[in-house]
């Protein structure tokens, strides 16, 4: 179950109409797992300094059970998403940071109970 959060100083206008399901199919395509269980949050019109500067710059959060808990799966699924945000955002790769987060089935509540009993 994927979870993306980008966070961006872009206006709102300057996104593409369908950026959240855009990611949604990129992500379920890069990491491998049915769209139906991926989960993206675009916010936009944030404050936001990246590399000491306040220009257009974006921020994604990609967190997982089982795809993102290695260096070289990271390394793979990072340049895979930094083609996607530079065409959809615009912006250049060094404008853009991605952090990977592994998840446990336990830290993941669905049904009224934990990944861990589905």
Not at 28 to 46: C, F, H, M, Q
Not at 78 to 92: E, I, K, M, N, P
Request: net charge neutral; glycine share 6%.
């Amino acid at each position: 179950m994927p979870f993306l959060e980008l966070d961006t100083n872009l206006p709102p206008r300057r996104l593409p109409p369908a950026l959240a399901q855009d990611l949604c199919a990129a992500a379920a395509d890069i990491l491998g797992k049915p769209a139906e269980r991926v989960n993206v949050t675009v916010r936009s019109g944030l404050p936001m300094v990246v590399a000491g500067s306040a220009e257009p710059c974006a921020q994604l959060f990609v967190s997982s059970i089982g795809v993102v808990g290695s260096a070289e799966q990271n390394q793979r699924h990072s340049a895979r998403f930094f083609d996607v945000l530079t065409a959809q955002l615009g912006l250049g790769p060094e404008r853009i940071i991605i952090r990977f987060y592994p998840l446990e089935p336990w830290q993941i509540g669905k049904n009224r109970t934990v990944m861990t009993f589905l």
